[in-house]
């Protein structure tokens, strides 16, 4: 079984930064696209960033292009979301989430979801 778990958010003002990181319990991330996704108050879940197993194909929803970056850490088994430049508008639940079929834009579209994390809690507000 397929468990993600994510670490990492908390509350930040506005201007400044956070880092998730997606960690798997028993299990490599290596072969998965890894997505984070995130869902505010009264608001669909949206993509934000995913990434494929190669790690160098990436991508971002528009709103968080510049702003943030997800990146693999293959010796810790994580994926991770650098948060820069952070705003009001940023405040949700983010999940991370996995491809099986290694889709590495899955985030951004139509494709199955394999597993979801649990969810953290980011909130920029000053």
């Known amino acids: 079984q397929v468990v993600l778990v994510e670490s990492g958010g908390g509350l930040v003002q506005p201007g400044g930064s956070l880092r998730l990181s997606c960690a798997a319990n028993g299990f490599t991330l290596d072969y998965y696209a890894i997505g984070w996704f995130r869902q505010a108050p009264g608001r669909e879940r949206e993509g934000v960033s995913c990434i494929g197993s190669n790690g160098r194909s990436t991508h971002y929803a528009d709103s968080v292009k510049d702003r943030f970056t997800i990146f693999r850490d293959y010796a810790k088994n994580t994926v991770d979301l650098q948060m820069n430049n952070l705003k009001p508008e940023d405040t949700a639940v983010y999940y991370c989430?996995?491809?099986?079929?290694?889709?590495?834009?899955?985030?951004?579209?139509?494709?199955?979801?394999?597993?979801w994390g649990q969810g953290t809690q980011v909130t920029v507000s000053s």
């Open positions: 989430a996995a491809n099986a079929l290694d889709y590495s834009n899955f985030c951004l579209g139509t494709e199955p979801v394999t597993a």
